[in-house]
Every structure is written in C-alpha cells, then in structure tokens.
T-cell receptor
Framework: EPEVTQTPSHQVTQMGQEVILRCVPISNHLYFYWYRQILGQKVEFLVSFYNNEISEKSEIFDDQFSVERPDGSNFTLKIRSTKLEDSAMYFC????????????FGPGTRLTVT | QKEVEQNSGPLSVPEGAIASLNCTYSDRGSQSFFWYRQYSGKSPELIMFIYSNGDKEDGRFTAQLNKASQYVSLLIRDSQPSDSATYLCAVNMGGYSTLTFGKGTMLLVSP
C-alpha cells in the first residue's frame, strides 16, 4: 500500500539555523500539506500546496517558512531561522484531490531546536 | 474562530465493550469529517471519513454525522486493548481542503 514518507525522522538543530524537512507524498496524489504538532497539543495546519503553488496557509506559516516541490516526487518545508518554539512534530500529508478529500499522513519529523 | 471540540478523556472501557467518541464543530458549512487514530509518538492514521448525514460502517467502526446538530461521532464495537490510543476528529471547514483538528480523546481499553 502506498505511503507518505518523511526524512529525517528526528532533526536536532540550534536556534537560528536553517532546516529542511523532506516528504515524498503518495505518487498519484495532487494536494500536499504540512501540519505540526507541539508536544501535548493538537495538530495544526501550516500550508497546503497544489499545482506547484501554495493554495492556503495559516497564520503560523510566516516568512520564516517556505515550501517547495523541487522535483516530481519530493515536497520540502524549509524553516529559515529556527526558534525554540518551532520544536514540534512536523507531518506531511497528501490527498488524491478531485473530490477525494481524505488526507494520509507521513510518519513525521521530530524537530528539536536547542 | 473555527473550532473542533472533543472531550479529552480518558475514556475507559473494558475489552469487548462499545466505545463512543464524540466531536462537535463550529462551522455549519463544513462538508467533510474524519476520524484519525494516533498512538503516542506516532502520526495520525486515518480510520474513517464521512461526508453525508447518517451512519457509515467499516468493520468494527461506525461514524455518525448529524450536520443539523454539528455533531460527529465514532463508535468502536468489540473494543480491543490495541484500540487504546488518542482519537482525533478533523473537519474540512469553510470550503477549504485543510483540516481543523480537535485535541483528541484518549481511549483506554482494559483487558
């Protein structure tokens, strides 16, 4: 069964450093998403991506964040200058689109900012 | 403010019982509703989705939707200890494809 994959599983970085989180969505899916979950809190939407551009973004997704689909398979989230409060699990999700709205999540990347 | 509300629990049920999990949402125009299961330290796993009023059954799981009451529920029949997890209710609100999640209900199934 196709799955969303994410790398790395755990990333430790120092405050102010740039990080890139990588995702490979399910191959025939059209919509891609990033969510985050701070420990003990609910899953929060960051950004959605369709047809090589951002379709929606939340208030959390400020100028420090960017997304890219550099090739036909990868989908990346970049945080330019990490803050302590960026420490969280980051989940990539994808959905077939075209009237199918079910989102399938990857295993996540745990980001720890020290 | 778009909200999805769930009782945080824990909801404790004995093995073999029916577990009933509830969720309310604020946006009357919401169209798509999802239940995810999340084990500690893991990602959300989609277990049910429902788009129309009424019941939808899949194995031991039944999702129930009442749009007039802005209420969606998940029933788990013949609960097993392996069902012990946090169950997340998620809703597409405002015509957007993004999901708004509740905080989740922790379910504990005792042998």
């Amino acid at each position: 069964e196709p799955e969303v994959t994410q790398t790395p599983s755990h990333q430790v970085t120092q405050m102010g450093q740039e990080v890139i989180l990588r995702c490979v969505p399910i191959s025939n899916h059209l919509y891609f998403y990033w969510y985050r979950q701070i420990l003990g809190q609910k899953v929060e939407f960051l950004v959605s991506f369709y047809n090589n551009e951002i379709s929606e973004k939340s208030e959390i997704f400020d100028d420090q964040f960017s997304v890219e689909r550099p090739d036909g398979s990868n989908f990346t989230l970049k945080i330019r200058s990490t803050k302590l409060e960026d420490s969280a699990m980051y989940f990539c999700a994808s959905t077939p689109g075209l009237a199918a709205y079910e989102q399938y999540f990857g295993p996540g990347t745990r980001l720890t900012v020290t | 403010q778009k909200e999805v509300e769930q009782n945080s629990g824990p909801l404790s049920v004995p093995e073999g019982a029916i577990a009933s999990l509830n969720c309310t949402y604020s946006d009357r125009g919401s169209q798509s509703f999802f239940w995810y299961r999340q084990y500690s330290g893991k990602s959300p796993e989609l277990i049910m989705f429902i788009y129309s009023n009424g019941d939808k059954e899949d194995g031991r799981f039944t999702a129930q939707l009442n749009k007039a009451s802005q209420y969606v529920s998940l029933l788990i029949r013949d609960s097993q200890p392996s069902d012990s997890a946090t169950y997340l209710c998620a809703v597409n609100m405002g015509g957007y494809s993004t999901l708004t999640f509740g905080k989740g209900t922790m379910l504990l199934v005792s042998p």
